[in-house]
């Protein structure tokens, strides 16, 4: 298949095969919406990877716990279609609830309790086996050689990567690097609910971060009080810290001796918005 003059919408799973049939070479960048520049610069790196370039915008409410935010997560198709398309995507496959879920999806893929039940997951009951979930279901509608995901969202690409793995499914995964605020602020569809002052303040998260990073690469080891520093920062702040951690990189496992590929990773509530973010750093690396 090659180029699609314009961008097409397509709302169903039927009108989605048919605009796909023949395509081999499929790159995919599955989004819920609400796009941001991260977003749009994995289309743009899935239009050097492959053809035809296809992006979903589904909220799926699988994902989303009891008391979250699925009903006030934004819904901004016409607007993420015009940067979708400004992007040079050739198809966005914007789907409805019942499309996806035609019966109710009794059939789940479960994600091991020991990544399900660490960091998010140890605060989000069930939320990656509800992505885990999607996220097959997509790739076997868009059938994609390569799919895009944003590194911020760490642990969702290391599950991402496990059900590629151990389901054998022919789809290649690359991830992109998080794009930043000018202030150091992670892009995040939620961001949106942060108010001016929260705005302002948002950055801290990724401060800590990188203080921490900064303090292990200069040869502090004790990661258990660099953490401890770095939560009683922020909750003085006014966050409600749910984790800062130290992994490795690679594995996400807690770091093991000779470790030197690290990630320093975090989640904390600023009033009414839980915002994600990670830094990796070399140990003993003071750069
Ligand atoms: O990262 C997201 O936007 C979502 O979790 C994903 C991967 C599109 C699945 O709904």
Known sequence: MCCVPG?????????LRAALAGACDTAFVPTMGNLHAGHVSLVTSAKRIGQPVVASIF???LQFGAGEDF?????????DCDKLAAAGCDFVFAPTV???????????????????????GAFRPGHFDGVATVVL????????????FGKKDLQ????????????????EIVAGDTLREPDGLAMSSRNAYLSPSERRQAPQLHHELATLAAAARAGDGDFESLVATARRRLS??????????????????????????????GAAWLGRTRLIDNLNFTLGDPG
């Open 156 to 171: 969702q690409l290391h599950v991402i990567r496990g059900l590629v793995r151990q389901f054998n499914l022919p789809v």
């Open 71 to 79: 009903a006030r997560y934004p819904r901004t198709l016409d607007a």
């Open 98 to 120: 019942a499309e996806m879920y035609p019966h109710p999806q009794t059939f789940m893929v479960r994600v091991p309790e020991s990544i399900a039940g660490d960091l998010c």
């Open 236 to 265: 003085m702040a006014g966050w409600r810290v749910e984790y800062i951690a130290v992994r490795d990189a690679a594995t996400l496992a807690a770091p093991a001796a000779g470790t030197t590929e690290c990630v320093v990773l």
């Open 59 to 61: 909220v799926n409410p």
């Open 7 to 15: 961008m097409k919408r397509i709302h169903t799973a039927a009108d």
């Open 137 to 148: 279901k997509l790739f076997n509608l868009v059938r994609p050689r390569t799919a895009l």
